[in-house]
Nanobody
Framework: QVRLVESGGGSVQAGESLRLSCAASGFTYKSHCMAWFRQAPGKEREGVASISFNGRTSYGGDLQGRFTISRDNAKNTLYLQMNSLKPEDTAMYYC??????????????WGQGTQVTVSS
């Protein structure tokens, strides 16, 4: 059974940093594309970043430069380092896994999310 458990969210001031983690189990983690998504109240879910099985990364919007996605295949864990946080980064952040090794738009399993709140 696929399980994704996010952690690391919290309340911070603008300009501070957070690192999110996603502990994965129930599948061969190293063989799958992983991603982070976020959803703010009243807004649609948006892709934050993805990383393929071989480490190729992609970022949504203009997040590259402030956010960095990475994976530790030995620990079955996905990370999202978020620097220079802005109030508009406030959202629920979700970890997701795709059935295939390469990334695309469709993801198949999701975690419960971790809340990030950035105050000005």
């Amino acid at each position: 059974q696929v399980r994704l458990v996010e952690s690391g969210g919290g309340s911070v001031q603008a300009g501070e940093s957070l690192r999110l983690s996603c502990a994965a189990s129930g599948f061969t983690y190293k063989s799958h594309c992983m991603a982070w998504f976020r959803q703010a109240p009243g807004k649609e879910r948006e892709g934050v970043a993805s990383i393929s099985f071989n480490g190729r990364t992609s970022y949504g919007g203009d997040l590259q430069g402030r956010f960095t996605i990475s994976r530790d295949n030995a620990k079955n864990t996905l990370y999202l380092q978020m620097n220079s946080l802005k109030p508009e980064d406030t959202a629920m952040y979700y970890c997701a896994v795709r059935r295939w090794p390469y990334c695309s738009e469709v993801f198949d399993y999701w975690g419960q999310g971790t809340q990030v709140t950035v105050s000005s």
